[in-house]
């Protein structure tokens, strides 16, 4: 008879941060998820159960500086990485091997994990991320199409499509007062600890899915094409009708692939 499941929510103390996370139990294959940086680990509400339900045990956390994460000067230098509170996460629940997943501002942290450990990754999934690698990596293109002003853009314009914004009045509210309750005034941004370019991603030898959305402004898939063409095992895959929080637009499309590539696995 399969474990019962024994879903935890809890702070870990970790070196500069009270990390909360939310671990559903069981003893399937871990999933870590890692969210962007205008949502907070509830942003994988609508992905979780789906990944519960194919067996596998789902974790979820608040980064440094996020949601209910609290960072702590007098434990650890400030304001740390993303990747280091991660693998601090890891350690206390005494994980050996994970699978990965990063969107948006979480593709970033997801590299620079698998840089980082890529001896702990069972598998890594990129979606909608320009991976905090520098735009003079991808040339002219981001020239040619990045908008005028849009980073001071309102945040549903820059990460939600316009079909969802139209069409979808009450999953925007929810998205939006997530949203509201995500970076805290004055938290600093992460740095990542290794440089991430595209040279340093065809040194990753990790079984990679990376996600793009047909109407992402924020990412354009050809972003994650090029990133695609410089890892050494990648498959790349385009949901449609989605902006760049495709993962919440677009919650079936984004969990058949998720579950379909783990399960290659």
């Keep these: 008879m399969a474990e019962a499941a024994k879903a935890v929510e809890a702070h870990a103390d970790l070196p500069g941060v009270r990390l909360w996370y939310r671990d559903t139990g069981g003893s399937g294959a871990p ?34 500086g996020w949601g209910r994460s609290v ?42 994990y698998a840089i980082g450990h890529p001896e702990r990754l069972r598998s890594l999934v990129v979606a909608a991320s320009g991976g905090g690698i520098p735009e003079s990596d991808y040339a002219r293109e981001y020239g040619r199409v990045r908008l005028p002003g849009f980073p001071d853009w309102p945040a549903q314009f ?51 899915l990376l ?24 498959r790349f895959l385009l949901i449609p009708d989605a902006g760049h929080s495709v993962n919440w637009e677009q919650p079936a499309a984004f969990n058949d692939a998720l579950l379909e590539f783990l399960g290659r696995g």
Excluded: C
């Excluded at 509830?42 to 980064?63: E, Q, T």
């Excluded at 290794?194 to 990790?206: D, P, V």
């Excluded at 996600?211 to 990648?234: C, E, K, S």
């Design 31 to 64: 999933v870590i998820l890692m969210h962007a940086n205008t949502g907070n680990s509830d942003s994988w509400g609508p992905n979780i159960p789906a990944l519960v339900g194919a067996g596998y045990r789902a974790i979820a956390f608040d980064r440094r």
């Design 71 to 112: 960072a702590q000067p007098e434990s650890g230098p400030q304001p740390g990485t993303i990747a280091d509170d991660l693998h601090g996460l890891v350690d206390h629940l005494r994980l050996v091997t994970f699978h990965l997943v990063g969107i948006a501002g979480g593709g970033y942290a997801a590299y620079d």
């Design 158 to 208: 820059r990460e939600v499509s316009l079909d969802y914004l139209a069409t979808n009045p009450t999953g925007l509210q929810a998205w939006l007062e997530i949203h509201g309750r995500s970076r805290q005034p004055g938290a600093p941004a992460q740095p990542t600890r290794n440089s991430i370019t595209l040279k340093r991603l065809e040194t990753l030898r990790i079984r990679t």
């Design 211 to 234: 996600i793009a959305a047909d109407n992402d402004l924020t990412t354009p898939p050809y972003v994650m094409r090029m990133q695609a063409g410089h890892l050494p095992d990648a």
